[in-house]
Protein backbone atom coordinates (compact mmCIF):
# COMPACT_ATOMS: atom_id res chain seq x y z
CA UNK A 1 0.00 0.00 0.00
CA UNK A 2 1.37 3.15 -1.14
CA UNK A 3 2.24 5.83 1.75
CA UNK A 4 0.47 9.17 1.88
CA UNK A 5 2.66 12.18 1.46
CA UNK A 6 1.31 15.05 3.69
CA UNK A 7 2.04 18.63 2.26
CA UNK A 8 4.07 20.42 4.70
CA UNK A 9 0.99 22.82 5.75
CA UNK A 10 -0.73 19.51 7.16
CA UNK A 11 2.60 18.62 8.88
CA UNK A 12 3.23 22.02 10.53
CA UNK A 13 -0.83 21.74 11.37
CA UNK A 14 -0.03 18.33 12.90
CA UNK A 15 3.05 19.21 14.66
CA UNK A 16 0.45 22.57 16.12
CA UNK A 17 -2.29 19.89 16.74
CA UNK A 18 0.26 17.30 18.45
CA UNK A 19 1.63 20.47 20.68
CA UNK A 20 -1.64 21.86 21.60
CA UNK A 21 -3.31 18.44 22.67
CA UNK A 22 -0.26 17.90 24.83
CA UNK A 23 -0.68 21.79 26.34
CA UNK A 24 -4.47 20.99 26.88
CA UNK A 25 -3.87 17.20 28.43
CA UNK A 26 -1.25 18.45 30.85
CA UNK A 27 -3.86 21.78 32.05
CA UNK A 28 -6.61 18.86 32.40
CA UNK A 29 -3.88 16.51 34.47
CA UNK A 30 -2.57 18.88 37.01
CA UNK A 31 -5.55 21.51 37.11
CA UNK A 32 -8.14 18.84 37.66
CA UNK A 33 -7.25 15.21 38.01
CA UNK A 34 -4.02 16.08 40.72
CA UNK A 35 -5.08 19.74 41.68
CA UNK A 36 -6.24 17.46 45.50
CA UNK A 37 -3.34 15.62 45.64
CA UNK A 38 -0.80 18.98 44.60
CA UNK A 39 -2.99 20.91 47.40
CA UNK A 40 -2.21 18.23 50.08
CA UNK A 41 1.32 18.11 49.14
CA UNK A 42 1.51 21.54 49.43
CA UNK A 43 -0.18 21.68 53.34
CA UNK A 44 1.97 19.06 54.18
CA UNK A 45 5.06 20.73 52.95
CA UNK A 46 3.52 23.83 54.59
CA UNK A 47 2.88 22.00 57.80
CA UNK A 48 7.11 20.68 57.83
CA UNK A 49 8.37 24.29 56.71
CA UNK A 50 6.32 25.46 59.76
CA UNK A 51 7.42 23.12 62.65
CA UNK A 52 11.10 23.83 61.35
CA UNK A 53 11.06 27.66 61.72
CA UNK A 54 9.58 27.15 64.97
CA UNK A 55 11.93 24.58 66.40
CA UNK A 56 14.51 27.52 65.40
CA UNK A 57 12.92 30.25 67.71
CA UNK A 58 11.82 27.62 70.18
CA UNK A 59 14.18 29.36 72.55
CA UNK A 60 13.11 32.69 71.89
CA UNK A 61 11.64 35.19 75.09
CA UNK A 62 8.32 36.34 72.43
CA UNK A 63 7.53 32.80 71.44
CA UNK A 64 3.65 33.94 71.43
CA UNK A 65 4.47 36.30 68.99
CA UNK A 66 6.39 33.89 66.74
CA UNK A 67 3.55 31.31 67.11
CA UNK A 68 1.01 33.75 65.84
CA UNK A 69 2.95 34.67 62.85
CA UNK A 70 3.42 31.23 61.91
CA UNK A 71 0.34 30.20 62.51
CA UNK A 72 -1.41 33.12 60.33
CA UNK A 73 0.57 33.12 57.98
CA UNK A 74 0.40 29.46 57.23
CA UNK A 75 -3.19 29.44 58.14
CA UNK A 76 -2.45 26.47 61.07
CA UNK A 77 -2.96 25.43 64.16
CA UNK A 78 0.07 25.36 66.71
CA UNK A 79 0.23 24.08 69.97
CA UNK A 80 3.10 23.43 72.51
CA UNK A 81 3.20 21.68 75.60
CA UNK A 82 5.06 20.48 78.17
CA UNK A 83 6.05 16.83 79.38
CA UNK A 84 2.87 16.96 81.49
CA UNK A 85 0.63 18.19 78.68
CA UNK A 86 0.81 21.76 80.59
CA UNK A 87 0.29 23.84 77.40
CA UNK A 88 3.92 26.92 76.71
CA UNK A 89 1.95 28.60 73.77
CA UNK A 90 -0.19 28.12 70.92
CA UNK A 91 -2.06 30.18 68.23
CA UNK A 92 -5.72 29.23 66.78
CA UNK A 93 -5.47 30.25 63.36
CA UNK A 94 -7.27 27.43 60.77
CA UNK A 95 -11.34 27.15 61.50
CA UNK A 96 -12.51 23.65 62.89
CA UNK A 97 -9.18 23.30 64.87
CA UNK A 98 -8.58 19.97 66.22
CA UNK A 99 -5.26 20.17 68.27
CA UNK A 100 -6.80 22.57 70.68
CA UNK A 101 -9.28 20.45 71.85
CA UNK A 102 -7.33 17.42 72.57
CA UNK A 103 -7.44 16.34 76.44
CA UNK A 104 -4.59 14.76 78.41
CA UNK A 105 -5.28 11.38 77.32
CA UNK A 106 -5.11 11.90 73.71
CA UNK A 107 -1.98 14.34 74.17
CA UNK A 108 -0.17 11.00 75.52
CA UNK A 109 -1.19 9.35 72.58
CA UNK A 110 0.65 11.87 70.00
CA UNK A 111 3.59 11.98 72.24
CA UNK A 112 3.61 7.99 72.23
CA UNK A 113 3.28 7.66 68.29
CA UNK A 114 6.15 10.41 67.90
CA UNK A 115 8.32 8.87 70.33
CA UNK A 116 8.37 5.43 68.38
CA UNK A 117 9.05 7.66 65.10
CA UNK A 118 11.72 9.31 65.89
CA UNK A 119 10.22 12.24 67.29
CA UNK A 120 7.68 13.05 64.75
CA UNK A 121 4.47 11.90 63.73
CA UNK A 122 2.41 12.82 60.80
CA UNK A 123 -1.66 12.04 60.62
CA UNK A 124 -4.46 12.28 58.12
CA UNK A 125 -7.75 12.17 59.62
CA UNK A 126 -10.52 12.72 57.61
CA UNK A 127 -14.29 13.39 59.45
CA UNK A 128 -17.90 14.67 58.56
CA UNK A 129 -18.67 18.29 59.12
CA UNK A 130 -22.37 18.77 59.94
CA UNK A 131 -24.18 21.89 58.58
CA UNK A 132 -20.37 23.66 57.27
CA UNK A 133 -21.92 24.61 54.22
CA UNK A 134 -20.27 25.98 51.32
CA UNK A 135 -18.99 29.62 49.77
CA UNK A 136 -20.58 30.27 46.91
CA UNK A 137 -19.39 32.32 44.49
CA UNK A 138 -20.74 35.27 46.22
CA UNK A 139 -19.04 34.66 48.92
CA UNK A 140 -22.00 34.07 50.74
CA UNK A 141 -21.77 30.87 53.46
CA UNK A 142 -25.05 28.91 52.63
CA UNK A 143 -26.27 25.42 53.15
CA UNK A 144 -25.81 23.28 50.09
CA UNK A 145 -28.78 21.18 48.56
CA UNK A 146 -27.03 18.55 46.91
CA UNK A 147 -25.07 17.16 49.42
CA UNK A 148 -26.06 14.34 51.86
CA UNK A 149 -27.89 16.02 54.87
CA UNK A 150 -25.28 19.16 54.71
CA UNK A 151 -22.40 17.23 55.36
CA UNK A 152 -19.05 17.87 53.93
CA UNK A 153 -16.19 15.56 53.79
CA UNK A 154 -13.27 17.49 55.80
CA UNK A 155 -9.19 16.41 55.82
CA UNK A 156 -7.41 17.40 59.03
CA UNK A 157 -3.54 16.79 58.85
CA UNK A 158 -2.11 16.63 62.62
CA UNK A 159 2.10 17.15 62.41
CA UNK A 160 3.51 15.98 65.69
CA UNK A 161 7.50 17.31 66.47
CA UNK A 162 9.62 16.96 69.61
CA UNK A 163 11.57 18.94 70.78
CA UNK A 164 14.32 20.66 73.71
CA UNK A 165 12.93 24.10 74.97
CA UNK A 166 15.23 25.71 78.56
CA UNK A 167 16.76 21.79 78.59
CA UNK A 168 13.10 20.36 79.07
CA UNK A 169 11.26 18.06 76.13
CA UNK A 170 8.78 19.63 74.72
CA UNK A 171 6.03 18.86 71.80
CA UNK A 172 5.10 20.95 69.24
CA UNK A 173 2.16 20.17 67.66
CA UNK A 174 0.93 21.53 64.25
CA UNK A 175 -2.68 21.61 62.31
CA UNK A 176 -4.10 22.19 59.20
CA UNK A 177 -7.30 21.88 57.43
CA UNK A 178 -7.17 20.84 54.09
CA UNK A 179 -10.19 22.06 51.92
CA UNK A 180 -12.97 20.40 49.72
CA UNK A 181 -11.63 21.45 46.29
CA UNK A 182 -15.03 20.52 44.30
CA UNK A 183 -16.42 23.83 43.69
CA UNK A 184 -12.91 24.85 42.61
CA UNK A 185 -12.44 21.64 40.06
CA UNK A 186 -15.86 22.48 38.80
CA UNK A 187 -14.59 26.42 37.76
CA UNK A 188 -11.74 25.22 36.24
CA UNK A 189 -13.02 22.72 34.34
CA UNK A 190 -14.98 25.40 32.37
CA UNK A 191 -12.20 27.73 32.42
CA UNK A 192 -10.06 24.73 31.07
CA UNK A 193 -13.01 23.81 28.42
CA UNK A 194 -12.88 27.97 26.80
CA UNK A 195 -8.84 27.74 27.01
CA UNK A 196 -8.89 24.63 25.20
CA UNK A 197 -10.89 25.60 22.38
CA UNK A 198 -8.87 29.07 22.19
CA UNK A 199 -5.55 26.98 21.80
CA UNK A 200 -7.33 24.82 19.14
CA UNK A 201 -8.14 27.81 16.94
CA UNK A 202 -4.50 29.54 17.87
CA UNK A 203 -2.58 26.48 16.71
CA UNK A 204 -4.64 26.60 13.37
CA UNK A 205 -4.28 29.81 12.86
CA UNK A 206 -0.46 29.96 13.44
CA UNK A 207 0.05 26.32 11.89
CA UNK A 208 -1.41 28.18 8.91
CA UNK A 209 0.85 30.81 9.31
CA UNK A 210 4.14 29.52 9.24
CA UNK A 211 3.14 27.14 7.21
CA UNK A 212 2.83 29.75 4.02
CA UNK A 213 5.69 31.41 5.37
CA UNK A 214 7.88 28.11 5.60
CA UNK A 215 6.44 26.47 2.03
CA UNK A 216 6.77 29.67 -0.13
CA UNK A 217 9.97 29.89 -0.89
CA UNK A 218 10.09 25.92 -1.33
CA UNK A 219 6.82 25.96 -3.68
CA UNK A 220 9.12 28.72 -5.66
CA UNK A 221 11.99 26.74 -5.60
CA UNK A 222 10.21 23.67 -6.47
CA UNK A 223 8.56 25.38 -9.65
CA UNK A 224 12.04 26.60 -10.68
CA UNK A 225 13.42 23.15 -10.32
CA UNK A 226 10.72 21.81 -12.77
CA UNK A 227 11.75 23.91 -15.44
CA UNK A 228 15.60 22.80 -14.93
CA UNK A 229 14.86 19.60 -15.17
CA UNK A 230 12.95 20.25 -18.21
CA UNK A 231 16.58 22.28 -20.18
CA UNK A 232 15.82 25.72 -18.98
CA UNK A 233 19.21 26.26 -17.33
CA UNK A 234 19.39 30.15 -17.44
CA UNK A 235 15.96 30.10 -14.75
CA UNK A 236 17.06 31.65 -11.29
CA UNK A 237 16.12 30.31 -8.49
CA UNK A 238 14.69 32.91 -5.32
CA UNK A 239 17.68 33.16 -2.55
CA UNK A 240 15.62 35.42 -0.34
CA UNK A 241 13.93 34.19 3.16
CA UNK A 242 15.67 32.32 6.22
CA UNK A 243 19.12 31.35 5.61
CA UNK A 244 18.33 28.15 4.21
CA UNK A 245 16.23 28.71 1.99
CA UNK A 246 18.63 31.35 0.74
CA UNK A 247 21.40 28.88 0.90
CA UNK A 248 19.56 26.30 -1.17
CA UNK A 249 18.47 28.86 -3.57
CA UNK A 250 22.58 29.76 -4.12
CA UNK A 251 23.78 25.86 -4.09
CA UNK A 252 20.95 25.28 -6.67
CA UNK A 253 21.46 28.31 -8.73
CA UNK A 254 25.11 27.20 -9.09
CA UNK A 255 24.16 23.73 -10.07
CA UNK A 256 22.74 25.53 -13.13
CA UNK A 257 25.30 27.40 -14.14
CA UNK A 258 27.00 24.59 -14.45
CA UNK A 259 24.71 22.23 -15.90
CA UNK A 260 24.19 25.10 -18.52
CA UNK A 261 28.16 24.65 -18.83
CA UNK A 262 27.76 21.10 -19.05
CA UNK A 263 25.23 21.34 -21.71
CA UNK A 264 27.56 23.41 -23.54
CA UNK A 265 30.49 21.15 -23.57
CA UNK A 266 28.45 18.49 -24.14
CA UNK A 267 26.98 20.06 -27.78
CA UNK A 268 30.61 20.97 -28.42
CA UNK A 269 31.67 16.88 -27.78
CA UNK A 270 29.09 15.52 -30.51
CA UNK A 271 30.01 18.40 -32.71
CA UNK A 272 33.90 17.63 -32.32
CA UNK A 273 33.47 13.76 -32.18
CA UNK A 274 31.00 14.07 -35.07
CA UNK A 275 33.87 16.19 -37.33
CA UNK A 276 36.36 14.21 -35.99
CA UNK A 277 34.90 11.07 -37.25
CA UNK A 278 33.49 11.99 -40.57
CA UNK A 279 36.91 13.73 -41.48
CA UNK A 280 39.13 10.22 -41.74
CA UNK A 281 35.59 8.37 -43.21
CA UNK A 282 35.43 10.88 -45.92
CA UNK A 283 38.92 10.78 -46.90
CA UNK A 284 38.85 6.75 -47.04
CA UNK A 285 35.25 6.98 -48.81
CA UNK A 286 36.81 9.71 -51.38
CA UNK A 287 39.84 7.99 -52.23
CA UNK A 288 39.19 4.32 -51.78
CA UNK A 289 36.16 5.65 -54.87
CA UNK A 290 38.83 7.33 -56.73
CA UNK A 291 40.87 4.57 -56.74
CA UNK A 292 38.07 2.23 -57.53
CA UNK A 293 37.18 4.48 -60.65
CA UNK A 294 40.75 5.68 -61.71
CA UNK A 295 43.06 2.43 -61.97
CA UNK A 296 45.69 5.52 -62.81
CA UNK A 297 45.04 6.54 -58.82
CA UNK A 298 45.59 3.15 -57.51
CA UNK A 299 49.31 4.40 -55.70
CA UNK A 300 51.27 3.76 -53.21
CA UNK A 301 50.36 7.07 -52.02
CA UNK A 302 47.33 7.03 -51.83
CA UNK A 303 46.99 3.92 -50.48
CA UNK A 304 49.33 4.96 -47.59
CA UNK A 305 46.78 7.70 -47.31
CA UNK A 306 44.05 5.67 -46.94
CA UNK A 307 46.35 3.92 -44.34
CA UNK A 308 47.01 7.23 -42.11
CA UNK A 309 42.83 8.51 -42.32
CA UNK A 310 42.25 4.76 -40.78
CA UNK A 311 45.05 4.77 -38.67
CA UNK A 312 43.49 8.44 -37.42
CA UNK A 313 40.36 7.27 -36.87
CA UNK A 314 41.51 3.94 -34.99
CA UNK A 315 43.60 6.54 -32.45
CA UNK A 316 40.01 8.33 -32.22
CA UNK A 317 38.23 5.81 -31.35
CA UNK A 318 40.85 3.81 -28.80
CA UNK A 319 41.32 7.50 -26.82
CA UNK A 320 37.60 7.68 -26.41
CA UNK A 321 37.79 4.11 -24.76
CA UNK A 322 40.87 4.91 -22.89
CA UNK A 323 39.26 7.96 -21.55
CA UNK A 324 36.02 6.12 -20.75
CA UNK A 325 37.96 3.63 -18.91
CA UNK A 326 40.12 5.95 -17.09
CA UNK A 327 36.93 7.50 -15.23
CA UNK A 328 34.93 5.23 -15.22
CA UNK A 329 37.88 3.58 -12.90
CA UNK A 330 37.79 0.16 -14.99
CA UNK A 331 41.54 0.80 -16.96
CA UNK A 332 44.14 -1.25 -14.53
CA UNK A 333 47.81 -0.62 -14.58
CA UNK A 334 50.61 -2.61 -15.53
CA UNK A 335 52.94 -1.71 -12.88
CA UNK A 336 57.02 -1.98 -13.25
CA UNK A 337 60.27 -0.28 -12.53
CA UNK A 338 61.54 1.86 -15.17
CA UNK A 339 63.45 4.72 -16.37
CA UNK A 340 61.27 7.70 -16.77
CA UNK A 341 63.94 9.59 -18.35
CA UNK A 342 64.55 7.31 -21.43
CA UNK A 343 60.69 6.83 -21.78
CA UNK A 344 60.77 10.33 -22.28
CA UNK A 345 63.87 10.63 -25.10
CA UNK A 346 61.81 8.05 -27.11
CA UNK A 347 58.69 9.44 -27.08
CA UNK A 348 60.58 12.60 -28.20
CA UNK A 349 62.26 10.30 -31.18
CA UNK A 350 58.68 10.22 -33.00
CA UNK A 351 58.72 14.45 -33.10
CA UNK A 352 62.19 13.28 -35.25
CA UNK A 353 60.43 14.11 -39.27
CA UNK A 354 58.04 17.18 -37.24
CA UNK A 355 61.39 19.00 -36.26
CA UNK A 356 63.48 18.33 -38.79
CA UNK A 357 60.96 19.16 -41.88
CA UNK A 358 58.45 21.97 -39.56
CA UNK A 359 61.35 23.72 -37.71
CA UNK A 360 59.75 22.76 -34.62
CA UNK A 361 62.56 22.66 -31.26
CA UNK A 362 61.70 20.79 -29.02
CA UNK A 363 64.23 20.36 -26.03
CA UNK A 364 64.60 18.08 -22.85
CA UNK A 365 66.14 19.59 -19.91
CA UNK A 366 67.39 16.89 -17.04
CA UNK A 367 70.36 16.25 -14.71
CA UNK A 368 69.99 12.85 -13.92
CA UNK A 369 67.89 9.62 -15.35
CA UNK A 370 64.90 9.15 -12.86
CA UNK A 371 63.18 5.42 -12.41
CA UNK A 372 59.48 5.67 -11.15
CA UNK A 373 57.24 2.52 -10.34
CA UNK A 374 54.58 3.06 -12.80
CA UNK A 375 52.54 1.77 -16.31
CA UNK A 376 55.18 2.21 -18.77
CA UNK A 377 53.08 2.45 -21.81
CA UNK A 378 50.37 4.93 -20.17
CA UNK A 379 53.09 7.55 -19.00
CA UNK A 380 54.38 7.59 -22.46
CA UNK A 381 50.99 8.85 -23.55
CA UNK A 382 50.73 11.08 -21.04
CA UNK A 383 54.21 12.80 -22.11
CA UNK A 384 53.13 12.46 -25.62
CA UNK A 385 49.84 14.13 -25.41
CA UNK A 386 51.49 17.17 -23.39
CA UNK A 387 54.01 17.64 -26.11
CA UNK A 388 51.88 17.37 -28.50
CA UNK A 389 49.31 20.09 -27.10
CA UNK A 390 52.29 22.23 -26.79
CA UNK A 391 52.84 21.71 -30.37
CA UNK A 392 48.94 22.80 -31.42
CA UNK A 393 49.57 25.73 -29.57
CA UNK A 394 53.13 27.01 -29.48
CA UNK A 395 53.94 30.62 -30.84
CA UNK A 396 55.79 31.51 -33.63
CA UNK A 397 58.77 30.36 -32.90
CA UNK A 398 57.82 26.95 -32.47
CA UNK A 399 60.04 26.45 -29.59
CA UNK A 400 58.86 23.36 -26.64
CA UNK A 401 60.78 22.94 -23.70
CA UNK A 402 60.77 19.53 -21.78
CA UNK A 403 62.00 19.76 -17.85
CA UNK A 404 62.54 16.82 -15.07
CA UNK A 405 63.00 18.08 -11.89
CA UNK A 406 64.21 15.77 -8.56
CA UNK A 407 63.10 17.11 -5.43
CA UNK A 408 61.98 14.89 -2.18
CA UNK A 409 60.95 11.87 -3.54
CA UNK A 410 59.04 13.39 -6.69
CA UNK A 411 60.06 13.92 -9.77
CA UNK A 412 58.00 16.82 -12.44
CA UNK A 413 57.95 16.31 -15.85
CA UNK A 414 56.94 20.25 -17.73
CA UNK A 415 56.24 20.63 -20.76
CA UNK A 416 56.06 24.48 -22.26
CA UNK A 417 55.26 26.60 -24.96
CA UNK A 418 55.58 30.10 -26.29
CA UNK A 419 51.96 30.15 -27.37
CA UNK A 420 48.78 32.81 -26.45
CA UNK A 421 49.10 31.43 -23.13
CA UNK A 422 45.54 30.95 -21.43
CA UNK A 423 42.88 33.32 -18.93
CA UNK A 424 43.12 32.29 -15.52
CA UNK A 425 39.56 31.53 -15.06
CA UNK A 426 39.87 28.98 -17.83
CA UNK A 427 42.64 26.51 -16.52
CA UNK A 428 40.21 24.53 -14.72
CA UNK A 429 38.26 23.73 -18.00
CA UNK A 430 41.24 22.79 -20.01
CA UNK A 431 41.27 19.27 -18.82
CA UNK A 432 37.88 18.84 -20.48
CA UNK A 433 37.34 16.40 -23.23
CA UNK A 434 37.06 18.47 -26.34
CA UNK A 435 37.31 21.85 -24.13
CA UNK A 436 39.47 24.51 -26.23
CA UNK A 437 40.66 27.76 -25.09
CA UNK A 438 40.36 29.44 -28.36
CA UNK A 439 37.20 28.38 -30.57
CA UNK A 440 38.63 29.88 -33.66
CA UNK A 441 41.73 27.52 -33.44
CA UNK A 442 42.26 25.21 -35.73
CA UNK A 443 43.47 21.60 -34.20
CA UNK A 444 47.12 19.96 -35.94
CA UNK A 445 46.24 17.29 -37.56
CA UNK A 446 48.11 15.03 -34.98
CA UNK A 447 45.90 14.33 -31.67
CA UNK A 448 42.28 13.45 -30.97
CA UNK A 449 41.27 16.65 -28.66
CA UNK A 450 41.10 14.01 -25.94
CA UNK A 451 45.02 14.32 -24.77
CA UNK A 452 44.56 16.76 -21.46
CA UNK A 453 41.81 14.28 -20.53
CA UNK A 454 43.39 11.30 -20.68
CA UNK A 455 46.21 13.26 -18.92
CA UNK A 456 44.66 13.99 -16.23
CA UNK A 457 43.24 10.90 -15.54
CA UNK A 458 46.20 8.88 -15.76
CA UNK A 459 48.06 10.71 -13.43
CA UNK A 460 45.54 10.30 -10.87
CA UNK A 461 44.97 7.15 -11.58
CA UNK A 462 48.50 6.49 -10.96
CA UNK A 463 48.17 8.28 -7.33
CA UNK A 464 50.02 11.86 -8.69
CA UNK A 465 49.05 15.42 -9.46
CA UNK A 466 49.09 17.55 -12.26
CA UNK A 467 48.47 21.14 -13.16
CA UNK A 468 48.92 24.26 -15.51
CA UNK A 469 50.25 27.85 -15.05
CA UNK A 470 49.94 29.75 -17.43
CA UNK A 471 50.49 33.79 -18.48
CA UNK A 472 49.22 35.46 -20.99
CA UNK A 473 51.10 36.19 -24.44
CA UNK A 474 53.70 34.36 -22.80
CA UNK A 475 52.86 30.91 -22.83
CA UNK A 476 51.83 27.58 -20.65
CA UNK A 477 53.54 25.09 -18.67
CA UNK A 478 51.78 21.81 -18.08
CA UNK A 479 53.35 19.71 -15.34
CA UNK A 480 52.74 16.13 -13.52
CA UNK A 481 54.06 14.71 -10.52
CA UNK A 482 54.81 11.32 -10.26
CA UNK A 483 56.85 9.29 -6.58
CA UNK A 484 60.16 7.77 -7.14
Known sequence: MKRIKLSLKWKVFLC???????????????????????????????????AVTLIKNIEQDDLETVISNIAESNDICIRVVDQNGTDISGAEMARDCTIHKLGAR????????????????????????????????????????????????????????LTQRDNQEVMIMLNAVISPVDATVCTLRIQLMWISVILILLALILSIMIAKIISR????????????????????????????????????????????????LRRELIANVSHDLRTPLTMITGYGEVMRDLPGENTPENVQIIIDEAKRLTDLVNDMLDISKLQSGTQTLKLERFSLT?????????????TEHDGYQISFLYRENVFVTADQLRISQVVYNLINNAIVYTGEDKKIEVSQTVYDDKVRISVTDTGEGI??????????????????????????????????????????????????????????????
Open 16 to 50: FAVFTAAIICLLWLFQTVFLEDFYKMIKTRSIHSS
Open 106 to 161: QLSIYYLNALENNGEYLERRVKFTPNIGFFDEFGWNSTNPNTDQSRKEMESIIYVK
Open 217 to 264: PIEKINDSAKLLAKGKYDITFPNNGYREIAELGDTLNYAATELSKTEE
Open 342 to 354: ETIQDTMLRYHKL
Open 423 to 484: EQDMLPLIWDRYYKVDKTHKRAVVGTGLGLSIVKSTVELHGGTCGVTSQKGVGSTFWFELKL
